[in-house]
């Protein structure tokens, strides 16, 4: 088969980080190809070179023959490139509609005003040809799910009609059955001739979707293989550069000390009714069940952003939390779902970023001591295994999973007796996955209590020492020892009958 995208000996460097090292890489029409490395490897720097987001120091790319000269994401764009990115682009105050078809000649009249009725009578055109349900839209953007935000964010580059798809970490953001949705979708869009480039961290489903396997690590192509001819432990081998065995640690049993943390009767409308539990010195408390079933209120209400009826104890002391000053006061600290809206500050540096929550405990005479943050920056980024040129680097040049790291880091510089870690490996490749499972390991064996939620069950169940199950905003039971197994999870979060469960609370 002809290969219908060839990217030849292309190199990028960003000053003394050498991003991409004289890499080759082609994919076919009517392929899915998938792209795995871990964060930093080059893979996004790869694709926004395709997309025209920069430019490349050398090297040339062909599509279809043709020689491609990229310098915006317009020029891919009209030659038709669609990119889709991990972090979302679209415009929180406008609607689903307007979104989708936001600065497209043919949404406007002459005097650029969008035409309402057919923007929306286009958007379920839209939706109907890509199966989509469930989103108005007329609904505005920021009011919407970050799952329903990314399939807006898929169909925006779809409706253009793209010969090339690069999807970077598309499934990240969506739940289970938009999981679905989009591997079905996919897999139909191959079938009728499109060059799919898929990035995923998860690899259950580049086995299930992909055809072609490529691996990049330190900025280099390692390695091509065709999907059938291979497996996990293989491609995760040439991803890190060594053999693993599994990236969860070893398992302990786990013995309640004293509470660090009570829940009483917290209720907030229908999505907390009479939620209870006790988090002990030590705990890695695990919370399950489907999305949307009250778990991001009660991260947010530990947090204090949501406000909720029921009472918070801590070391048994009657705590009013109203807000996330207060929480980090007394010791809680929150790992939050989006980094890129709620984690961090971009334009920021990693030092900046990092010592943000302790700039008034860095202070003497009014003045901070630059000293004493720069050891606190310093050990942290040295703990986490954070890749920056240095510590004055800018966030947003790092690479996601070392954003991730830096997020945790921010949060650690408080010292606190609670960790609330909401999704956080979502979106980061295998070996910084492995280095937060340690990492939670440790924190726990130091006293540190962790509320820790997943949409990954195998992480509930290799990590965590007790699972609360939430259905409906209340929590069915607790899964514990050798009753934690995946399969009680998913029968629990479908409010099934789980013979192992306990309902005590």
């Known amino acids: 088969m002809a290969e219908d995208l060839v990217m030849e000996n292309i190199s990028k460097s960003f000053g003394e980080v050498k991003a991409l090292d004289g890499v080759d890489f082609s994919a076919n029409c009517g392929e899915i190809h998938a792209l795995l490395g871990e964060n930093g490897a080059g893979k996004s720097t790869l694709i926004k070179i395709s997309s025209g987001a920069i430019k490349k120091d050398s090297g040339s790319i062909k599509l279809s023959d043709k020689q491609l000269f990229l310098r915006t994401p317009n020029d891919a764009i009209n ?56 989103i108005n839209p007329s609904a505005v953007v920021e009011e919407l799910t970050l799952s329903e935000k990314q399939v807006i964010e898929i169909i925006k580059v779809l409706s253009r009609d793209p010969k090339l798809l690069v999807l970077d970490e598309p499934t990240s953001s969506l739940t289970e059955d938009r999981v679905e949705w989009l591997l079905k979708l996919l897999r139909q869009l191959a079938k009728e001739g499109k ?83 006790k988090l002990h010195k030590g705990e890695v408390l695990g919370v399950g069940g489907l999305v949307g079933q009250g778990q991001a209120v009660l991260f947010l209400f530990l947090f204090g952003i949501a406000r909720a009826v029921g009472k918070i104890f801590i070391d048994g002391r009657e ?9 980090m006061n007394n010791g809680i600290a929150l790992i939050p779902e989006d980094r890129s809206t709620e984690g961090l500050i971009f334009s920021m540096t990693l030092r900046e970023n990092i010592t943000l929550p302790i700039l008034k405990n860095l202070k003497s005479h009014g003045l901070i001591n630059f000293g004493k943050e720069k050891e606190i920056v310093s050990n942290l980024t040295e703990i986490l295994r954070i890749k920056a040129e240095s ?20 949060m650690l510089s408080i010292e606190p007796k609670v960790l ?41 169940v ?44």
């Open 195 to 277: 060059i799919i480039i898929f990035i995923s961290h998860r690899m259950h489903e580049v086995e299930a979707i992909a055809d072609i396997v490529t691996v990049f690590r330190n900025g280099k192509n390692v390695g091509t293989r065709k999907m059938s001819e291979t497996n996990s432990d293989e491609l995760v081998s040439l991803m890190l550069g060594r053999e693993v065995a599994s990236y969860f640690p070893k398992k302990e049993s786990f013995i309640k000390e004293e509470v660090v943390l009570e829940a009483r009767n917290l209720s907030f409308n229908h999505m907390l009714q009479n939620v209870s539990f």
């Open 79 to 134: 030659i038709g490139i669609g990119t889709i990115y991990q972090d979302l682009s679209l415009i929180p105050v406008l609607t689903v509609a307007e979104n989708i078809y936001f600065n497209k000649q043919d949404s406007l009249n002459r005097w650029g005003i969008t035409f309402n009725k057919a923007l929306y009578q286009k958007t379920l055109n839209a939706f109907e040809k890509f199966g989509v349900s469930g």
């Open 420 to 460: 609330l870690m909401y999704d956080s490996t979502r979106g980061v490749d295998v070996g910084t996955k492995a280095e937060i499972f340690k990492l939670i390991k440790k924190l726990a064996s130091e006293g540190k209590s962790i509320i820790y939620y997943s949409t990954t069950l195998d992480e509930l």
């Open 391 to 410: 510590m004055e680097s800018l966030v947003s040049a790092l690479s996601g999973g070392n954003q991730q790291k830096v997020i945790i880091a921010k």
């Open 319 to 327: 705590t009013n939390i109203r807000n996330p000053k207060e929480a």
């Open 462 to 505: 290799n990590i965590c020492d007790n699972v609360i199950v939430m259905y409906d905003g209340r929590i069915i039971g607790t899964l514990s020892g050798k009753n934690l197994v995946k399969e009680n999870i998913i029968k629990a979060s479908m409010g099934e009958k789980v013979s192992d469960l306990d309902t005590r609370v």
